[in-house]
C-alpha cells in the first residue's frame, strides 16, 4: 500500500500563484512515477500532469502547459505542483497519482485508470 497525502490547496486570487505538496511516508518513493489529476464540480477527473521517478521527463496537459510545473524530491518522498497564472477554470479538487509503470504514451499517461495508488485530494478555488 502506498499512502498519498496532499497539501497546499486553497482560495487563490485569479492570476495567482500556489504550489502543491504531495507526500508519502514510503520508502520506495522514486520507484514510482506520479501524477497529478483533477477534478471540477459535475466533471470527469482530467489529468493535469506527470513525472518520471528520476525527475528525467515530464508530461503536461495543454490546458497547463507554459502555467504549471511538476518536479518531485525524492529524498523528502513528495511530488509538487507549481500553479501560476491560475484562472477560474482552474478551480478543482487537485488529486496526485502513483504508478510504477511509466507510460511513454500519452493517451495511457492521462488515463486515471492506469495509477493504481490516489491521495484524497485538495480544493483549489480561483476566484476574482
Known amino acids: 500500500q502506498m499512502q498519498l497525502v496532499e497539501s497546499g490547496g486553497g482560495l487563490v486570487p485569479t492570476g495567482g500563484s500556489v504550489r502543491l505538496s504531495c507526500a508519502t511516508s514510503?520508502?520506495?518513493?522514486?520507484?514510482?512515477?506520479m501524477a497529478w489529476f483533477r477534478q471540477s464540480q459535475g466533471k470527469e477527473r482530467e489529468f493535469v500532469a506527470t513525472i518520471k521517478w528520476d525527475g528525467e521527463s515530464t508530461y503536461y496537459a495543454d490546458s497547463v502547459k507554459g502555467r504549471f510545473t511538476i518536479s518531485r524530491d525524492n529524498a523528502k518522498n513528495t511530488v509538487y505542483l507549481q500553479m501560476n497564472s491560475l484562472k477560474s477554470e482552474d478551480t478543482a479538487v487537485y488529486y496526485c497519482a502513483a504508478d510504477r509503470f511509466w507510460y511513454s504514451s500519452s493517451d495511457a499517461a492521462t488515463d486515471s485508470s492506469n495509477y493504481v495508488y490516489w491521495g484524497q485530494g485538495t480544493q483549489v478555488t480561483v476566484s476574482s
Open positions: 514510503r520508502q520506495t518513493f522514486s520507484d514510482f512515477n
